[in-house]
Each structure stands twice: as structure tokens, then as C-alpha cells.
């Protein structure tokens, strides 16, 4: 938090109280395009959840770690590589102002069902990776 402040960084710090959602278990939920469009419109993720991971910035969590664990699908227009510094502005404008779903969307549960804080899964959850050319493996 000190350095952030120091850097003048906008940031939220969420109080202790504050629900945490279950959001899925990387697993691809059959709904159709608007659907998965209203969902996105409605999710608090991409107004307040970009995800650093490594240095790969994501617009929500679902989309970050299942994009490291190749259970998601990563297009290229759905993060920013901050070691590339080519345009970065423009692209960071672009990638917060996104006005279609991600494709992590299709994979979200929408965080309907609250969980309790710190309570992580009891065992590692079930997940189908994605090849690099989209397919389930």
C-alpha cells in the first residue's frame, strides 16, 4: 500500500467485510452470446478487478488464472503485456474501455453464490486446457 501511494497509483482496498463470490471452476458454461454479453455488462470485475499476473494485465481474475493455467482461452486483445511499452497508453485505453465480453466470460459463473473469505478449495478443481489453436484438450 506505501508504495502505491508513494507512486500515486489509483487503487481500492476492499474492507474486511466485503463478500468474496465464488466465480466457476473453469468450466464452460453453455450460454448464448447475449447472455454471456449481459453477464459482462453486469460484472463488477471490469470496473475494479484488473488482475497483474506476472507482467500480464488482465481486466478480471477468472480471465488471469485461467489464461496461466490454459483453461481459458488468451486472445491478444484481452490483456496487456506491460513489458512492451509500444503504444502502451493507447493500448491500455483500448483494453480498459472494452465494450465486448472476454472470452473468460464464457467460464464465469458471474460470482452469484458467496463464499467466505480466505476459504480456498479443499482439493484442485477439474479443468480442460485449451490447445493453442482454441480447441478443448
Given at each position: 500500500m506505501a508504495q502505491l501511494k508513494a507512486g500515486k497509483i489509483s487503487h481500492m482496498l476492499y474492507p474486511a467485510h466485503t463478500p468474496w463470490f465464488d466465480m466457476g471452476?473453469?468450466?464452460?458454461?453453455?450460454?448464448?452470446?447475449?447472455?454471456?454479453?449481459?453477464?459482462?455488462?453486469?460484472?463488477?470485475?471490469?470496473?475494479?478487478?484488473?488482475t497483474l499476473l506476472g507482467h500480464e494485465l488482465y481486466l478480471c481474475p477468472v480471465a488471469a488464472h485461467g489464461a496461466a493455467l490454459a483453461a481459458v482461452p488468451r486472445p491478444e486483445d484481452e490483456y496487456?503485456?506491460?513489458?512492451?511499452?509500444?503504444?502502451?497508453?493507447?493500448?491500455?485505453?483500448?483494453?480498459?474501455?472494452?465494450?465486448?465480453?472476454?472470452?473468460?466470460?464464457?467460464?464465469?459463473?458471474?460470482?452469484?453464490?458467496?463464499?467466505?473469505r480466505g476459504v480456498q478449495a479443499h482439493h484442485a478443481l477439474p479443468y480442460q486446457s485449451i490447445s493453442e489453436s482454441g480447441e478443448l484438450s
Open positions: 471452476d473453469f468450466i464452460c458454461c453453455e450460454r448464448s452470446g447475449e447472455e454471456t454479453h449481459n453477464l459482462y455488462q453486469a460484472c463488477l470485475s471490469k470496473e475494479g478487478c484488473a496487456v503485456d506491460l513489458r512492451d511499452d509500444t503504444l502502451l497508453r493507447e493500448r491500455l485505453f483500448r483494453f480498459f474501455t472494452r465494450k465486448t465480453h472476454l472470452q473468460a466470460c464464457r467460464f464465469c459463473l458471474g460470482g452469484k453464490t458467496r463464499v467466505p
